[in-house]
């Protein structure tokens, strides 16, 4: 059974009633004096609180996909992760693509389904020649893709990043909504019509990477920065320039998004950070990204960047929460760093939790404000 499976919940819950119910008929036999009796209730207590808080856990974990399999959970524990190298072979080949048409705006197929009326959402499934790295990648096409009329239109693209470890592929689709909130915001007349793809920077398995080329390791970044858009280019009809190509992410999706818009500000024209951090982290689930070099990861650490660097051509939505929102201080210190040619925009709430119950309210008025900036061919 998977982690975030019904049986799997299912089956805890069954546990804890059943640690209850056992604990209910054997305490009278317990209620003796002595060691071994005193030991004995003891360990149904812990027994029973132990049940009912791993049936909580894994209740929450279902409910916001903190980690959607039992490899995600053991790799974040710290195991699994395995570095990547360049595959072999000129790297200025086109990166590997292969493309998987789904029906509907999820990936479950529907007779009815007509893309030019509906839209669609297909699967790529990229390898860059440049980095060795592969990973999936989820694509919404709006309605206008598929009508007659728009068949030489090149539509504006947004990569889409989860969070850190992103235990979901779907977590766009079926967390995020973004396929349906799209369609409905197109079909208003609120936003353009824009080619939405999406994926989770989790793409070694068990290393939050924070979309780092790391030396002597995964080169994450030049996978997201240069593999990737090139994958897409070459299989639909896109902006050959930066002014349509943006990033949005939410919590490290969002650290990815700002970051990679900044330093490749010859791709990207504009970004949203969702929660998202602005420092360069080290902790136990990024290990040393740097090298042990300070310099290095200096570079990654975009407040330190605004401050000592020339700031880029680049436009950036920071949304977060004045209360609750962990990483609201490294959004305060990077609002505060950001000078021209940076155009920094904000969406604030007056609380939230570092949770994709927030992350969703962020996502409406972030694909709004994109769609006002990018621009088609």
């Known amino acids: 059974m998977g982690l975030t499976s019904p049986g799997t919940l299912s089956l805890l819950i069954l546990l804890a009633f059943g640690c209850m119910a056992a604990t209910v008929r054997a305490w009278p036999r317990a209620a003796a004096p002595g060691h071994r009796a005193v030991g004995a209730r003891a360990l149904m207590l812990v027994g029973c609180q132990s049940s009912v808080l791993l049936t909580l856990v894994a209740a929450l974990n279902a409910h916001y996909l903190f980690y959607g399999s039992w490899t995600d959970l053991l790799s974040a524990a710290g195991g699994g992760a395995q570095a990547h190298r360049p595959a072999g072979g000129n790297a200025a080949a086109a990166t590997r693509v292969v493309r998987t048409v789904q029906a509907g705006l999820d990936p479950g197929p529907r007779a009815e389904h007509v893309p030019a009326k509906d839209g669609q959402v297909e699967r790529l499934d990229i390898r860059g020649v440049r980095t060795g790295l592969a990973s999936q990648a989820y694509v919404y096409l709006p309605p206008q893709y598929f009508q007659r009329a728009s068949a030489a239109r090149r539509f504006p693209v947004v990569i889409l990043l989860a969070g850190y470890p992103a235990a979901d592929r779907l977590v766009w689709i079926r967390q995020g909504h973004v396929p349906e909130d799209a369609a409905r915001a197109q079909a208003r007349g609120r936003i353009q019509p824009m080619i939405y793809v999406m994926m989770r920077p989790t793409v070694v398995r068990g290393w ?18 240069q593999d990737v858009p090139e994958a897409v280019a070459g299989t639909y009809r896109v902006p050959r320039d930066r002014s349509g190509w943006a990033l949005a992410g939410y919590s490290t999706g969002g650290f990815c998004a700002a ?20 420092d360069a982290l080290m902790d136990p689930t990024t290990r040393d990204l740097y090298g042990g070099s300070r310099a290095v990861r200096r570079s990654d650490d975009l407040v330190w960047r605004l401050r000592n660097l020339p700031a880029p051509p680049v436009s950036i939505l920071v949304a977060s929460a004045d209360v609750g929102e962990k990483t609201f201080p490294s959004a305060q210190r990077f609002m505060r760093a950001a000078r021209p040619p940076l155009v920094v925009d904000k969406v604030l709430l007056r609380s939230g939790g570092h949770n994709f119950k927030t992350f969703r309210k962020y996502i409406p008025p972030s694909v709004r404000w994109l769609s006002a900036r990018l621009r088609g061919e």
């Not at 939050?208 to 970044?221: K, L, N, R, S």
């Open 259 to 278: 970051k990679l818009a900044m330093l490749h500000s010859d791709r990207f024209s504009a970004a949203v950070s969702m929660a998202g951090h602005f």
């Open 208 to 225: 939050d990477t924070e979309c780092a080329d790391v030396p002597g390791g995964p080169q994450v970044e030049t996978f997201f920065a």
